[in-house]
């Protein structure tokens, strides 16, 4: 992995998931990570653990230079358009420590919008926001950590801004409250609805959109070029109500899959719109939708709107 996703992932004494040939999670802790060696050694943890770590960390890009004259990416959408911009940019990523955290069942609020989200409760009602409380997933803050000295990876490499227009904005509204209305009608009720559903009433609609897509399109690289899903990543960054957002190589100086993406757009959206719509998956996953190296931690991703604004952009693939 790149060394910004290993201060990320496998810092001391993170703890750290893979899936072995059965399928079954296994859990790892870091003991160690070697930078000037590219190495970190983890031990076993256990099969089945109710314990994980959260990296708290940043991630922050300054375009320097434009590399090429921004182009104008049409949609089927009336009038709804993308801007794209190639960019010379520094990306720093910083690491400044990690919270330990446990699952168990309990009480808690499962209002996402509420300080006491997830948190365990007693009573019938949560003392912040009012609204009743119900038996669910409880997540427990162990023990949390701040580095003496932060993990820091600063670089430059092309990166590519994506913005849309407002036409292409009223849409994407248009259709996050569709998909709130029918997701409504299926399940009554906020409190019913599944967690995977419930980022289109946590995280803007442009937010959602930008976001699902950036990680379908990433998943999809493989498809068309020869480079890895980790040779290229994404960020969504709302500005003074703007929402804007930057592919950008994963690598000093840059692989090239950041620069296909901004020739390429279109072709990237429709084999991104095919691996996804493909996967037998309901609300998204980490085959379609998710990754463990999210920046973002994997917030306001929603597959099917996803899906509506990659086939708006891949219509136009010739």
Known sequence: MSLPLAHREVFPQAIYFL?????????????????????????FLAKNTDLYTE?????????????????????HIKDGRLRL?????????????????????????????????????EGKTCSQCKRPIYSAEVTNLQSEVV????????YQAPCVLVEFNEGLQTAITTEVNRCKKEI?????????????????????????????I?????????????????????????????TTGYFYDTSEGGNGAAEAIFHQLSRFAAKAYALAVECDCEGGCPRCLHSPGC????LGLHKDVGLFLLDAISQNNS
């Open 55 to 75: 990296a708290e960390s940043e991630l922050d890009i300054q375009p320097r230079s434009l590399l090429a004259q921004p182009q104008i990416i049409p949609t």
């Open 19 to 43: 899936q072995d040939e059965s399928g079954e999670i296994i859990a790892y802790r870091s003991e160690s990570l070697d930078e000037v060696r590219g190495e970190a050694k983890l031990a």
């Open 295 to 298: 920046p973002q931690k994997n």
């Open 85 to 121: 911009s190639l960019v010379w940019g520094e990306i720093t990523n910083s690491v400044t420590g990690y919270r330990l955290m446990k699952r168990t069942y309990g009480r808690t609020c499962k209002n996402q919008n509420c300080s006491n989200y997830k948190k365990p409760l």
């Open 214 to 242: 950036q990680h379908q399109i990433v998943k999809a690289v493989p498809l068309v070029v020869l480079s890895s899903s980790l040779d290229v990543d994404g960020i969504v960054m709302e500005k003074e109500g703007k």
């Open 184 to 212: 409504m009608q299926c399940y009554g009720e906020y409190r019913d609805i599944p967690e995977q559903f419930k980022a289109l009433w946590t995280s803007a609609s442009h937010f959602t959109a930008l976001h699902s």
């Open 147 to 154: 580095f003496e000295e932060p993990y820091i990876t600063k």
